[in-house]
């Protein structure tokens, strides 16, 4: 019997996000009712077969043995999954709470993207593996639940950040250069992922997978689509800062939303910093019962705190230094950069006690 | 959006001249998100150099400077504290200044707070309706008392507990709750230093050690892998009982991959047996605060049979013999024999070589290996390990590592254990706890205010004014308001 069911329902849920994806960004283009709803529609779709395929791999891994069996927040595939999931959840929170569906387009990307990566990237496996000892737990499920709640909460304010700054762009500035390199890094990611899987597919047929992520495009082993994938880097980027007086435009259509923006912002990472604070010190919790050392300076709890000592810059600044607006919006996306590099930059770049939720 | 006028009392600060400009530079919340910042991108440095054995940066040095200044740069790196930069003078400087922040600012706001805290709430005026968040004036047709009534039930079943007045013919309601989140913020700072106390606590009185235990046997010392700062202990810690291995047992997976191990240990102090245990992994025995986790195990001298790969220096086949530990064979082709001594588990390579140190994670099983020759006399002896490269025997032309290890049914163990003890873990974890609870008071809660003036304009009328202010989550609180709104305006 394999244990793959799982993978299935993921990848149902992986196509209703980039399904939801497009029409969020039709709705934002067309201003119609209607399209905005079979958004959410198939966002909800998504999260009820994404909730099925972790319910599923719970249950399958229990099938594999009673001593395997554990809740699915343990390598990089689950809890990259689960973090998916729970931006999704958070996001249809949001979505209903506010009433305004103009979010959607800007974190669907966030969540297809984790999606599609841990499905892609050949180095990351997908089976239900047993725990090594340590990793036998409650800290740990604690932990992982939290952390990855917190980041989901960044994750919203990041998409809404980015929101605002669009928004609120007069001119061809600084910010507006930012944000317009936030945006075609994003639309990058998507073409690397894209021609990985493409890579993936044909190497499957010819011999085996690949090694290393960016094989089908800048790390390829041909010259020449090393080059071609520079230059298309370059050409997305020139594109991103070309159109964005456009996608601004598509956006002012909607009413009133700027302080909003601001407002949710703030709120989400009002909610992810106490959250994020949890899982740092349920983490410690951990690290003491398990090697007797609450706090080890390894890369990965020194990412944590680095990100947390932003989102606390973050609330300093806002509410006793006062700043509003594109101030706050830009060091909430870079926040959110420091919580992508805390899970996957460390993971794969860098060494240490967390390696057991690496790659591999 | 403070309504109220608050005149804090002065602040006194230490001295004039430099000493209070210390103190401003302090009391700044401009420095606090400085330093954040800073604190952030010093500690990425951290991670991009290695922390724990600074030879591991020598790669990364070669590839940055090439491989002929590589030592120089690790040299620099080792004495800039760059290789133990969460330890070194301007890293714990940073922290000093966090906390000198930190405490400036507290006593610089504390009187602020406890004037608003202890300030009595006053009857709405037409001047303190100028200022407030939200208000709302109706005419109603009931007489003042009817609807004083009214509002009093609306304000009591919404958690509010009303104080009631009246000036000049009116009546007043007043209230106010979630006092509380005013000290939120306060608790959080002070979670912080605590933590930091209990961090030094630690380092200056706790220590961590590692000792290994064969089944049956126990110890009364443990090896200092970090000592103390303020006690001097030597390179041994006396635990002051004796720990004994009772049993070591091991299982695996279908696999052959280890699912669990555990020891059974027996504490023996003052000659009886005070406490037993069969710890795991995430699971220690604790006595005396002193702390015993397992942390590694391997077979106890002459219970493993390992497979040495034999390679020769100038490059050929690799063959593999097999070795009793404190066996000894012959080296094929040379006059040289092999003893096989200790075997370890757990072997990572530390600043000076190989050091039994590390978890199942990242260690690799190791054992030193003696080169004897025709006569038997000890030649020299090396380091064969199994995940790292081992170290190069000088008198014979092979390279010498370890293939894999067995371990016969019925085979005796050695435990290995990590020894800590941290006096001041149980102020960090207050300090925690403390926090959780500061942020959540700070974030979740908020201070609000509420006002109801009715003024009676003739028997059977009168006119309602509800105000009400709010320190943070204002939307959240015009929701409460309009259902307050809508208790006392309905009919």
């Known amino acids: 019997m394999a244990f793959d069911i799982n993978i299935k329902f993921f990848e149902i849920a992986t196509f209703s996000y980039l399904f939801a994806m497009v029409f969020y960004i039709c709705y934002l283009a067309f201003k119609n009712q209607t399209v905005g709803k079979i958004a959410s529609g198939i966002t909800y779709f998504g999260l009820l077969a994404h ?14 043995g009673a001593d395997i069996g554990h809740i699915p927040i343990s390598n990089l595939f689950e809890s990259m999954s689960f973090g998916a999931w729970t931006i999704i959840l958070i996001y249809s929170l949001v979505e209903m709470k506010y009433k305004n569906r103009t979010f959607g387009a800007f974190i669907m990307p966030v969540a297809f993207l984790a999606m599609t990566y841990i499905f892609v990237a050949p180095n990351i496996s997908k089976g239900i593996e047993p725990l090594v000892p340590a990793l036998k737990s409650y800290w740990l499920h604690i932990h992982v639940i939290t952390s990855f709640l917190g980041y989901a909460a960044f994750a919203i304010s990041f998409g809404v950040s980015l929101m605002y700054l669009i928004v609120n762009t007069q001119e061809k500035d600084r910010v507006y250069f930012f944000w317009t390199v936030c945006i075609g890094l994003v639309v990058a990611v998507f073409a690397v992922l894209i021609a990985d899987a493409v890579q993936l ?102 990412w944590s705190l680095i990100t947390w000592l932003i989102y606390a810059a973050y609330l300093h600044a806002r509410l006793t230094r006062g700043w509003r607006g594109k101030r706050a919006a830009i060091l909430s996306i870079i926040g959110f950069l420091a919580v992508i590099f805390t899970f996957l930059g460390v993971n794969l770049l860098l060494s240490g006690l967390h390696s057991y939720g690496a790659a591999g | 959006m403070e309504e109220q006028k608050v005149t804090p009392k002065q602040v006194q600060k230490p001295g004039g001249g430099p000493l209070a400009a ?25 991670t991009v150099i290695d922390q724990t054995e600074p030879a591991k940066n020598l790669q990364m ?93 609306a304000l009591k079943s919404m958690g509010y507990n009303p104080k009631e007045a009246e000036v000049d013919g009116e009546i007043h309601l007043y209230a106010e709750k979630g006092k509380l989140t005013r000290w939120g913020v306060y608790v959080v700072h002070a979670s912080i230093l605590v933590v930091f106390v ?60 280890p699912s669990g191990y555990y020891s059974t240990l027996t504490v023996i102090d003052g000659g009886k047996e005070v406490a037993h245990k069969r710890i795991r992994v995430n699971d220690p025995l604790d006595h005396k605060s002193i702390r015993f986790f397992q942390s590694s195990y391997g077979p106890a001298p002459g219970n493993a049979i390992l497979i040495l790969g034999i390679s020769p220096k100038q490059g050929g086949e690799e063959k593999f013999i097999e070795v009793r530990q404190g066996g000894t064979v012959p ?10 001594g200790q075997v370890f588990a757990n072997v990572v390579m530390g600043p000076e070589g190989p050091v039994v140190e590390g978890n199942e994670y990242e260690g690799s099983s190791g ?27 000088k008198s014979v032309p092979f390279n010498i590592h370890i293939g894999d290890y067995k371990v016969g049914p019925g085979a005796k163990y050695y435990t290995g254990l990590q020894v800590t003890y941290d006096p001041g873990v149980w102020v960090v974890w207050i300090g925690c706890i403390l926090m959780v609870l500061g942020i959540l008071i700070a974030f979740f809660t908020s201070h609000k205010r509420v006002w109801i003036r009715i003024k009676p304009t003739d028997k059977s009328a009168s006119t309602v004014t509800i105000a009400g202010s709010v320190n943070k989550n204002k939307y959240s609180f015009e929701a409460d308001f309009k259902k307050l709104v809508e208790k006392v305006e309905s009919h």
């Open chain 2, 367 to 393: 054992a030193n290996v003696v080169i004897l020759d025709k006569d038997k006399n000890v030649v020299e002896t090396i380091a064969a390990l199994q995940r790292f490269p081992s170290q190069e025997p």
């Open chain 2, 198 to 257: 209990g961090a030094l606590i630690g380092s200056f009185w706790g220590y961590k050690a590692y000792v290994q235990i064969m089944e049956g046997q126990s110890v009364d010392a443990a090896q200092l892998t970090n000592k103390p700062l303020l006690r001097n202990l030597g390179d041994e810690v006396p635990l002051g009982f004796q720990v004994r291995c009772d049993k070591f047992e091991l299982e695996t997976y279908a696999s052959g991959m």
């Open chain 1, 201 to 302: 597919t044909q190497s499957v047929f010819a011999q085996g997978q690949g090694k290393h992520m960016m094989e089908g495009s800048f790390r390829s082993s041909i010259p020449a689509v090393v080059a071609l994938s520079y230059v298309f880097l370059v050409a997305i980027l020139a594109v991103s800062w070309a159109l964005g007086m456009k996608i601004r435009d598509m956006l002012a259509g909607f009413a009133n939303t700027s302080e909003q923006l601001d407002e949710v912002a703030y709120k989400t990472i009002a909610i992810g910093f106490p959250l994020l604070t949890v899982g740092i010190i349920t983490g410690a919790v951990w690290a003491n019962s398990a090697w007797g050392t609450y706090w080890g300076w390894d890369p990965k709890e020194t």
């Open chain 1, 51 to 64: 909730t099925v395929s972790i319910g599923v791999r719970w249950w399958e891994s229990y099938k594999m």
């Open chain 2, 331 to 340: 080296l094929e082709g040379t006059p040289y024999f092999l003893n096989v």
């Open chain 2, 61 to 153: 040095l070669a590839g940055m400077f090439g491989p002929a200044n590589a030592q120089g740069a690790l040299e620099f790196l080792v004495k800039s504290g760059l290789t133990n930069m969460y330890h070194s003078w301007w890293f714990v400087g940073l922290l000093s200044m966090l906390s000198a922040n930190i405490f400036v600012c507290t006593i610089e706001r504390l009187p602020r707070t406890i004037a608003i805290v202890t300030i009595r709430q006053e009857p709405l005026t037409d001047e303190s309706l100028k200022s407030v968040n939200m208000k709302d004036e109706k005419r109603m047709k009931a007489d003042a008392s009817s609807v004083k009534e009214k509002a009093k039930a």
């Open chain 2, 22 to 46: 210390v103190w401003d530079f302090f009391a700044s919340v401009k420095l606090t998100v400085i330093l954040l910042i800073v604190l952030a991108l010093v500690s990425v440095i951290g």
